[in-house]
């Protein structure tokens, strides 16, 4: 999902980096709102982050015989709402724009709107509606996860198309090209990075049990000696 | 075994299978070149040039080795915090909830 350095026209890639710069702002606003008001998120802030900087680090084989990243966004939208990872998605954007020549300054803006802002926004919705719909909390977690995976690389394609449309078949047949390329690669990685979001939040329901239901994911349990229901 | 730990297996196994069965099925005639540089050299050979260059960019082994570091960090910070949880539940014991853990 990295757009290579100079690699979107200069309009399109200004235009990307207004449009993804008020979240990113908004978001940095978000984590130190949260780490004020509640330090005791800052272990799984750490490790929200952490998910991602792993994730998105490693290539990964598919069916396709190419190979791609996941994105690891999700598990923080699901615990601390979106915003939160536009900051986070973005370090980790700005990291590998510097140090490894993958994705850019000039693309920035795009990569970080698609990776760190539509992502996890598609997560997080994806994650409240399984949930509103009756399904558990690990269901809801493989759904969202996923779904800020591959919902990152259809933006990506997105991106491409509108800045270089087919000569023939348009926008519509450029996405479909870029689609082609992205999307289909992605879907086991999708997979295979909703499964690994279950496995964190397997050991967090255990471990975290205190900060998941104090952020809402999970009810409290009636304490022991309590009245029964 | 407990079940909860069958369970963990199971969705391990389902990870590693995931990425080694198209691995195997293939038997070597895939480069499993990046989608990224994909699209790139697609962009390049349809006459476009990019107009700004990467400030740094390191060699091949170095750039392997800067990834490393990347998943290194992550899965440091990671196991980190998961341990110090981990940790101080079992340093809690009257904690009920989790029910099913080991």
């Keep these: 999902m990295h757009i290579a350095e100079g690699f979107l026209p200069a309009e399109h890639a200004l235009g990307w980096t207004i449009a993804a710069a008020p979240f990113v702002v908004h978001g940095a606003r978000?984590?130190?709102?949260?780490v004020?008001?509640?330090?005791?998120?800052?272990?799984?802030?750490?490790?929200?982050?952490?998910?991602?900087?792993?994730?998105?680090?490693?290539?990964?084989?598919?069916?396709?015989?190419?190979?791609s990243h996941p994105t690891g966004t999700g598990p923080g939208a699901i615990l601390f709402r979106p915003?939160?990872?536009?900051?986070?998605?973005?370090?980790?954007?700005?990291?590998?724009?510097?140090?490894?020549?993958?994705?850019g300054l000039t693309t920035l803006g795009a990569n970080a709107f698609a990776f760190a802002v539509v992502g996890p926004w598609a997560g997080y919705a994806a994650y409240r509606l399984t949930r509103g719909a009756g399904a558990g909390l690990l269901p809801a977690v493989f759904a969202g996860v996923a779904l800020a995976d591959l919902a990152t690389y259809v933006t990506t394609s997105l991106q491409l198309a509108l800045a270089f449309p087919d000569a023939e078949s348009g926008l519509a047949g450029a996405l479909l090209k870029f689609l082609g390329v992205f999307a289909v690669?992605?879907?086991?990685?999708?997979?295979?990075e909703g499964l690994l979001g279950v496995l964190l939040f397997r050991v967090l329901t255990v471990n975290a049990r205190p900060e998941l239901e104090r952020l809402g994911l999970l009810k409290p349990v009636p304490v022991a000696a309590g009245g029964a229901a | 075994m407990t079940r909860r730990t069958l369970v963990t297996a199971?969705?391990?196994?389902?990870?590693?299978?995931?990425?080694?069965?198209p691995l195997l099925l293939d038997g070597g005639t895939s480069e499993y070149g990046g989608t990224d540089a994909a699209v790139t050299e697609e962009l390049e050979a349809d006459g476009y040039t990019p107009w700004v260059d990467s400030l740094f960019s390191p060699a091949g082994e170095v750039e392997s080795g800067l990834?490393?570091?990347?998943?290194?960090?992550?899965?440091?910070?990671?196991?980190?915090?998961?341990?110090?949880?981990?940790g101080r539940r079992s340093a809690t014991p009257a904690v009920a909830a989790g029910a099913g853990d080991r």
């Design chain 1, 30 to 34: 978000a984590v130190v709102k949260e």
């Design chain 1, 36 to 67: 004020r008001e509640n330090p005791e998120s800052t272990l799984l802030l750490g490790a929200a982050g952490a998910f991602t900087f792993v994730l998105s680090a490693i290539k990964l084989p598919s069916v396709t015989g190419s190979s």
């Design chain 2, 67 to 86: 990834f490393a570091l990347q998943a290194a960090l992550g899965a440091g910070v990671l196991g980190y915090v998961l341990g110090l949880l981990r």
């Design chain 1, 185 to 192: 690669t992605q879907v086991p990685l999708a997979i295979g």
């Design chain 2, 10 to 21: 199971l969705l391990v196994l389902a990870v590693v299978a995931l990425f080694a069965v």
């Design chain 1, 83 to 103: 915003p939160v990872m536009a900051l986070l998605g973005t370090v980790v954007l700005l990291f590998q724009a510097l140090l490894l020549a993958h994705g």
